[in-house]
Protein backbone atom coordinates (compact mmCIF):
# COMPACT_ATOMS: atom_id res chain seq x y z
CA UNK A 1 0.00 0.00 0.00
CA UNK A 2 1.44 3.99 -0.49
CA UNK A 3 0.97 6.16 1.79
CA UNK A 4 -1.83 8.37 2.47
CA UNK A 5 -2.21 12.07 3.41
CA UNK A 6 -2.68 12.24 7.19
CA UNK A 7 -0.76 11.39 10.43
CA UNK A 8 1.01 7.91 11.22
CA UNK A 9 3.76 8.47 8.84
CA UNK A 10 6.55 10.09 10.50
CA UNK A 11 9.71 7.78 10.67
CA UNK A 12 11.41 9.42 13.62
CA UNK A 13 9.36 7.01 16.54
CA UNK A 14 7.49 4.32 14.35
CA UNK A 15 7.33 2.38 17.26
CA UNK A 16 5.19 4.42 19.47
CA UNK A 17 3.74 7.75 17.70
CA UNK A 18 2.79 6.54 14.21
CA UNK A 19 0.54 3.57 15.73
CA UNK A 20 -0.97 5.81 17.95
CA UNK A 21 -1.49 8.22 15.60
CA UNK A 22 -3.67 5.87 13.30
CA UNK A 23 -5.85 4.80 16.49
CA UNK A 24 -8.48 7.35 14.60
CA UNK A 25 -8.47 6.10 11.25
CA UNK A 26 -8.57 2.14 12.23
CA UNK A 27 -11.71 2.92 14.73
CA UNK A 28 -13.20 4.26 11.89
CA UNK A 29 -12.59 1.41 9.27
CA UNK A 30 -13.78 -0.98 12.17
CA UNK A 31 -17.05 0.68 12.86
CA UNK A 32 -18.05 1.38 9.10
CA UNK A 33 -16.94 -2.90 7.78
CA UNK A 34 -17.98 -4.20 11.35
CA UNK A 35 -20.87 -1.79 12.40
CA UNK A 36 -19.61 -2.32 16.06
CA UNK A 37 -17.90 -0.22 17.86
CA UNK A 38 -16.71 -2.68 20.47
CA UNK A 39 -15.68 -5.43 17.85
CA UNK A 40 -13.72 -2.20 15.87
CA UNK A 41 -11.70 -1.68 18.95
CA UNK A 42 -10.88 -5.40 19.04
CA UNK A 43 -9.59 -5.14 16.16
CA UNK A 44 -7.80 -2.39 16.90
CA UNK A 45 -6.31 -3.85 19.65
CA UNK A 46 -5.39 -6.85 17.96
CA UNK A 47 -3.67 -4.84 14.84
CA UNK A 48 -1.72 -3.50 17.81
CA UNK A 49 -0.59 -6.56 19.06
CA UNK A 50 0.31 -7.97 16.12
CA UNK A 51 2.56 -4.78 15.56
CA UNK A 52 4.40 -4.75 18.62
CA UNK A 53 4.77 -9.09 18.04
CA UNK A 54 7.36 -8.41 15.43
CA UNK A 55 10.82 -7.59 16.20
CA UNK A 56 12.28 -3.84 16.02
CA UNK A 57 13.90 -5.01 13.11
CA UNK A 58 10.87 -5.98 11.19
CA UNK A 59 9.20 -3.13 12.12
CA UNK A 60 11.88 -0.79 10.78
CA UNK A 61 11.75 -2.04 7.24
CA UNK A 62 7.78 -1.48 7.11
CA UNK A 63 8.06 1.52 4.72
CA UNK A 64 4.57 2.90 6.25
CA UNK A 65 3.60 1.46 9.17
CA UNK A 66 -0.02 3.45 8.36
CA UNK A 67 -0.67 1.19 5.28
CA UNK A 68 0.63 -2.05 7.34
CA UNK A 69 -1.75 -1.29 9.86
CA UNK A 70 -5.05 -0.98 7.63
CA UNK A 71 -4.36 -3.47 5.73
CA UNK A 72 -3.58 -5.90 9.23
CA UNK A 73 -6.91 -4.42 9.83
CA UNK A 74 -8.65 -5.05 6.84
CA UNK A 75 -8.33 -8.42 6.74
CA UNK A 76 -8.99 -8.90 10.26
CA UNK A 77 -12.18 -7.21 9.73
CA UNK A 78 -12.66 -9.64 6.17
CA UNK A 79 -12.29 -12.52 8.29
CA UNK A 80 -14.77 -10.85 11.03
CA UNK A 81 -16.97 -10.46 8.82
CA UNK A 82 -17.57 -13.70 7.05
CA UNK A 83 -17.91 -15.49 10.41
CA UNK A 84 -20.69 -12.63 11.37
CA UNK A 85 -23.40 -14.27 9.19
CA UNK A 86 -22.91 -17.66 11.45
CA UNK A 87 -23.03 -15.70 14.43
CA UNK A 88 -26.04 -13.90 13.66
CA UNK A 89 -28.49 -16.96 13.22
CA UNK A 90 -27.89 -17.05 17.45
CA UNK A 91 -28.59 -13.40 17.80
CA UNK A 92 -32.02 -13.32 19.48
CA UNK A 93 -34.29 -10.84 17.12
CA UNK A 94 -33.08 -8.28 14.91
CA UNK A 95 -29.67 -7.34 14.30
CA UNK A 96 -28.72 -3.64 14.54
CA UNK A 97 -25.80 -1.78 13.93
CA UNK A 98 -24.32 -0.16 17.40
CA UNK A 99 -25.77 3.67 17.17
CA UNK A 100 -23.17 6.45 17.85
CA UNK A 101 -23.85 9.58 19.58
CA UNK A 102 -22.47 13.18 18.17
CA UNK A 103 -19.20 13.43 20.74
CA UNK A 104 -20.88 17.04 21.98
CA UNK A 105 -23.83 15.39 23.35
CA UNK A 106 -21.04 13.01 26.04
CA UNK A 107 -18.32 14.88 27.08
CA UNK A 108 -15.92 12.80 28.71
CA UNK A 109 -12.73 14.64 29.11
CA UNK A 110 -10.64 12.36 28.09
CA UNK A 111 -7.97 13.20 25.81
CA UNK A 112 -7.16 12.03 22.13
CA UNK A 113 -4.91 8.51 21.91
CA UNK A 114 -4.93 5.31 23.34
CA UNK A 115 -6.84 6.26 26.41
CA UNK A 116 -9.88 8.00 24.36
CA UNK A 117 -13.27 6.38 23.98
CA UNK A 118 -13.52 4.90 20.60
CA UNK A 119 -16.46 6.52 19.91
CA UNK A 120 -15.61 9.98 20.23
CA UNK A 121 -12.88 9.40 17.35
CA UNK A 122 -15.25 8.06 15.23
CA UNK A 123 -16.19 10.60 12.33
CA UNK A 124 -19.86 11.49 11.86
CA UNK A 125 -20.31 11.70 8.06
CA UNK A 126 -23.00 10.09 5.43
CA UNK A 127 -21.17 6.55 5.81
CA UNK A 128 -21.98 6.15 9.29
CA UNK A 129 -25.45 7.05 9.07
CA UNK A 130 -27.91 4.13 10.17
CA UNK A 131 -29.13 3.52 6.73
CA UNK A 132 -26.59 3.27 4.99
CA UNK A 133 -24.81 0.60 7.78
CA UNK A 134 -27.71 -1.20 7.50
CA UNK A 135 -26.91 -1.80 3.79
CA UNK A 136 -23.43 -2.53 4.05
CA UNK A 137 -24.72 -5.14 6.38
CA UNK A 138 -26.83 -6.99 4.11
CA UNK A 139 -23.38 -7.04 1.54
CA UNK A 140 -21.03 -9.39 1.27
CA UNK A 141 -18.02 -9.36 3.30
CA UNK A 142 -15.45 -8.83 0.13
CA UNK A 143 -18.26 -6.31 -1.25
CA UNK A 144 -18.20 -4.43 2.00
CA UNK A 145 -15.00 -4.16 2.25
CA UNK A 146 -13.93 -3.40 -1.39
CA UNK A 147 -16.55 -0.27 -1.20
CA UNK A 148 -15.49 1.18 2.22
CA UNK A 149 -11.93 0.97 1.67
CA UNK A 150 -12.15 2.32 -1.73
CA UNK A 151 -15.21 4.84 -2.27
CA UNK A 152 -14.87 6.08 2.09
CA UNK A 153 -11.31 6.06 2.55
CA UNK A 154 -10.08 6.37 -0.77
CA UNK A 155 -7.31 3.25 -0.91
CA UNK A 156 -6.79 2.42 -5.00
CA UNK A 157 -8.19 -0.85 -6.00
CA UNK A 158 -4.87 -2.23 -5.98
CA UNK A 159 -4.77 -1.62 -2.43
CA UNK A 160 -7.71 -3.60 -1.38
CA UNK A 161 -6.80 -6.29 -3.73
CA UNK A 162 -3.56 -6.68 -0.98
CA UNK A 163 -6.33 -7.08 2.16
CA UNK A 164 -9.32 -8.68 -0.11
CA UNK A 165 -6.95 -11.77 -1.71
CA UNK A 166 -8.99 -10.68 -4.88
CA UNK A 167 -7.61 -9.31 -8.37
CA UNK A 168 -7.86 -5.02 -8.68
CA UNK A 169 -10.52 -5.53 -11.55
CA UNK A 170 -12.62 -8.13 -9.05
CA UNK A 171 -12.55 -5.52 -6.64
CA UNK A 172 -13.48 -2.88 -9.19
CA UNK A 173 -16.93 -4.89 -9.42
CA UNK A 174 -17.51 -5.65 -5.91
CA UNK A 175 -17.44 -2.20 -4.84
CA UNK A 176 -19.36 -1.10 -8.21
CA UNK A 177 -22.39 -4.20 -6.92
CA UNK A 178 -22.30 -2.20 -3.61
CA UNK A 179 -21.84 1.16 -5.00
CA UNK A 180 -25.47 -0.14 -6.71
CA UNK A 181 -26.88 -1.51 -3.61
CA UNK A 182 -26.43 2.13 -1.55
CA UNK A 183 -28.19 3.77 -5.07
CA UNK A 184 -30.96 1.33 -5.06
CA UNK A 185 -32.09 1.35 -1.55
CA UNK A 186 -31.56 5.37 -0.29
CA UNK A 187 -33.78 7.77 -1.51
CA UNK A 188 -32.58 11.56 -0.84
CA UNK A 189 -32.26 13.03 2.34
CA UNK A 190 -33.88 16.17 2.97
CA UNK A 191 -31.70 18.74 4.66
CA UNK A 192 -30.66 18.20 8.57
CA UNK A 193 -33.13 21.08 9.85
CA UNK A 194 -35.93 19.11 8.32
CA UNK A 195 -35.05 15.99 8.72
CA UNK A 196 -34.93 17.35 12.68
CA UNK A 197 -38.70 19.08 12.24
CA UNK A 198 -40.15 15.36 11.35
CA UNK A 199 -38.21 13.43 14.75
CA UNK A 200 -39.18 16.74 16.55
CA UNK A 201 -43.03 16.56 15.65
CA UNK A 202 -42.81 12.42 15.71
CA UNK A 203 -41.93 13.16 19.32
CA UNK A 204 -44.59 15.56 20.62
CA UNK A 205 -47.19 13.30 18.63
CA UNK A 206 -45.49 10.00 20.42
CA UNK A 207 -45.72 11.89 23.29
CA UNK A 208 -49.11 12.99 23.06
CA UNK A 209 -50.40 9.33 22.33
CA UNK A 210 -51.69 11.07 18.87
CA UNK A 211 -52.10 8.33 16.39
CA UNK A 212 -53.28 10.66 13.31
CA UNK A 213 -50.48 12.37 13.84
CA UNK A 214 -47.83 9.72 13.95
CA UNK A 215 -49.45 7.90 10.94
CA UNK A 216 -49.23 11.15 9.03
CA UNK A 217 -45.52 11.38 9.27
CA UNK A 218 -45.13 7.71 8.87
CA UNK A 219 -44.36 6.33 5.14
CA UNK A 220 -47.65 3.70 4.56
CA UNK A 221 -44.65 1.52 3.60
CA UNK A 222 -42.61 2.54 6.66
CA UNK A 223 -40.58 -0.49 8.66
CA UNK A 224 -40.30 -0.59 12.30
CA UNK A 225 -36.91 -2.33 13.24
CA UNK A 226 -36.01 -3.23 17.37
CA UNK A 227 -32.72 -4.26 18.32
CA UNK A 228 -32.70 -6.27 21.95
CA UNK A 229 -30.70 -8.62 21.79
CA UNK A 230 -32.84 -11.23 23.85
CA UNK A 231 -31.52 -8.89 26.65
CA UNK A 232 -33.92 -5.81 27.06
CA UNK A 233 -37.68 -6.13 25.78
CA UNK A 234 -38.46 -5.93 21.73
CA UNK A 235 -40.06 -6.84 18.96
CA UNK A 236 -38.85 -9.74 17.71
CA UNK A 237 -39.71 -9.02 13.72
CA UNK A 238 -39.92 -5.84 12.02
CA UNK A 239 -43.62 -3.94 12.40
CA UNK A 240 -44.86 -3.07 8.39
CA UNK A 241 -46.67 -0.28 7.61
CA UNK A 242 -47.16 3.46 9.04
CA UNK A 243 -50.27 2.72 10.19
CA UNK A 244 -49.00 -0.49 12.44
CA UNK A 245 -46.20 1.70 13.47
CA UNK A 246 -48.26 4.82 14.50
CA UNK A 247 -50.30 2.43 17.06
CA UNK A 248 -47.80 0.38 18.47
CA UNK A 249 -45.86 3.98 20.04
CA UNK A 250 -49.05 5.11 20.91
CA UNK A 251 -49.43 1.82 22.59
CA UNK A 252 -46.26 2.14 23.80
CA UNK A 253 -46.20 5.41 25.18
CA UNK A 254 -48.98 4.45 27.03
CA UNK A 255 -47.82 1.40 28.69
CA UNK A 256 -44.14 2.45 29.81
CA UNK A 257 -44.44 5.18 32.87
CA UNK A 258 -41.42 7.29 33.38
CA UNK A 259 -40.06 7.32 29.79
CA UNK A 260 -38.20 11.04 28.67
CA UNK A 261 -37.57 11.32 25.12
CA UNK A 262 -34.44 13.77 23.67
CA UNK A 263 -34.10 14.93 20.62
CA UNK A 264 -30.22 13.70 19.89
CA UNK A 265 -27.51 13.34 17.07
CA UNK A 266 -28.35 9.42 16.38
CA UNK A 267 -24.94 8.71 13.70
CA UNK A 268 -24.79 11.57 12.50
CA UNK A 269 -28.40 12.60 11.77
CA UNK A 270 -31.40 13.60 13.75
CA UNK A 271 -32.51 10.81 16.48
CA UNK A 272 -34.36 10.23 19.49
CA UNK A 273 -33.23 8.85 22.79
CA UNK A 274 -35.33 7.78 25.72
CA UNK A 275 -34.65 7.48 29.64
CA UNK A 276 -35.92 6.20 32.34
CA UNK A 277 -33.91 7.28 35.64
CA UNK A 278 -31.99 9.61 33.47
CA UNK A 279 -30.37 6.42 32.35
CA UNK A 280 -30.45 6.32 28.50
CA UNK A 281 -32.51 2.77 27.85
CA UNK A 282 -33.39 2.78 23.83
CA UNK A 283 -31.78 4.80 20.89
CA UNK A 284 -33.78 5.59 17.83
CA UNK A 285 -32.13 6.46 14.10
CA UNK A 286 -34.28 7.28 11.27
CA UNK A 287 -34.63 7.43 7.61
CA UNK A 288 -36.39 10.00 6.28
CA UNK A 289 -37.35 10.51 2.73
CA UNK A 290 -39.40 14.11 1.84
CA UNK A 291 -41.51 15.06 4.80
CA UNK A 292 -42.47 11.28 5.96
CA UNK A 293 -40.30 8.83 8.08
CA UNK A 294 -39.30 5.67 5.97
CA UNK A 295 -37.54 3.63 8.57
CA UNK A 296 -37.11 3.30 12.26
CA UNK A 297 -34.32 1.33 14.10
CA UNK A 298 -34.33 1.17 18.00
CA UNK A 299 -31.59 -0.45 19.81
CA UNK A 300 -32.27 -1.21 23.16
CA UNK A 301 -29.69 -4.38 23.72
CA UNK A 302 -27.90 -2.45 26.45
CA UNK A 303 -24.21 -4.14 25.33
CA UNK A 304 -25.10 -1.61 22.12
CA UNK A 305 -25.78 1.54 24.18
CA UNK A 306 -22.03 1.65 26.20
CA UNK A 307 -21.31 5.29 24.30
CA UNK A 308 -24.87 6.52 25.49
CA UNK A 309 -24.38 5.54 29.09
CA UNK A 310 -20.90 6.11 29.66
CA UNK A 311 -19.25 8.87 31.16
Given amino acids: MTDHPGPGHDRSDAGLS ?60 LNLLS ?18 PDPADRAT ?42 DVFRYSFAEVA ?32 RQAAVVREFKQAWEAQDINALIGLLDPGATGIA ?28 RVSGLTLLERTVNGRPGLIAQQDAVTVSVFAFEIAGDRIKHIWAVRNPDKLHPWTAG
Fill in 18 to 77: AIISERRQLINLGYRLLGSLAEAEDVVQETYARWYAMSPRERDAIASPGAWLTRVAGRIC
Fill in 83 to 100: SARARRETYVGEWIPEPL
Fill in 109 to 150: GRPDGIGADPADQVTLDESVSMAFLVVLDAMTPAERVAFVLH
Fill in 162 to 193: EIVGRTPAACRQLASSARRRIRDSQAAAPPAS
Fill in 227 to 254: DGGGIAPALLRPIEGGERIARHFAALAA
